[in-house]
T-cell receptor, first 113, second 112 residues
Framework: GENVEQHPSTLSVQEGDSAVIKCTYS??????FPWYKQELGKRPQLIID?????GEKKDQRIAVTLNKTAKHFSLHITETQPEDSAVYFC????????????FGEGTQLTVNP | NAGVTQTPKFQVLKTGQSMTLQCAQD?????MYWYRQDPGMGLRLIYY???????DKGEVPNGYNVSRLNKREFSLRLESAAPSQTSVYFC???????????FGEGSRLTVL
């Protein structure tokens, strides 16, 4: 089955700096890669996703890049703000019936004012 | 439009007791999931149901059973609770296997 590794487990940045979280996956057939944000005491929510037919996707201050050859993908947050502080999870799966997401272990991002 | 609703939000059990976590979604989603979340362990899949009438084991199914009652509802049962099952449990649903997961608010279970 799929195995997703996520680094770093904790990340502390100053407000306004950029933050990068990296994930590697094992199943070369995986082709859907979402990122979820979980604020303290809340449920995880999707913030951005990418499919294997594109290499990069942006949505305002967040972007995700995908390198299928190396089997890794990354989340980039620019101009970080205190409200970006949360746990971020990457995940991967094949887009086939009956498949399901495999999550990384999460990154605790702290943005210091 | 409530999304994914799970009950109860909090529960304390004694070792050996049984209980059922209920989950319902009103988005007409085909797939439903039960995850547990422990500190430093991320989200681990217990069971999932890709469509009404089917259920499959995830990464950590031991000690749990599930029922996909209908397209809306997916319940998780602990037959004989153990302290190792102390965790936060999330139900989720999605339209397809590779689509956005919508999570419930979570259920915090403590087994003494």
């Amino acid at each position: 089955g799929e195995n997703v590794e996520q680094h770093p487990s904790t990340l502390s940045v100053q407000e306004g700096d950029s933050a990068v979280i990296k994930c590697t996956y094992s199943d070369s057939a995986s082709n859907y890669f979402p990122w979820y944000k979980q604020e303290l005491g809340k449920r995880p929510q999707l913030i951005i996703d990418i499919r294997s037919n594109v290499g990069e996707k942006k949505d305002q201050r967040i972007a995700v890049t995908l390198n299928k050859t190396a089997k890794h993908f990354s989340l980039h947050i620019t101009e970080t703000q205190p409200e970006d502080s949360a746990v971020y999870f990457c995940a991967a799966t094949r887009e086939t019936s009956g498949s399901r997401l495999t999550f990384g272990e999460g990154t605790q991002l702290t943005v210091n004012p | 439009n409530a999304g994914v609703t799970q009950t109860p939000k909090f529960q304390v059990l004694k070792t050996g007791q049984s209980m059922t976590l209920q989950c319902a979604q009103d988005m007409n989603h085909n797939s439903m999931y039960w995850y547990r979340q422990d500190p430093g362990m991320g989200l681990r899949l217990i069971y999932y149901s890709a469509s009404e009438g089917t259920t499959d084991k995830g990464e950590v199914p031991n000690g749990y059973n599930v029922s996909r009652l209908n397209k809306r509802e997916f319940s998780l049962r602990l037959e004989s609770a153990a302290p190792s099952q102390t965790s936060v449990y999330f139900c989720a649903s999605s339209r397809t296997a590779a689509g956005e997961l919508f999570f419930g608010e979570g259920s915090r279970l403590t087994v003494l």
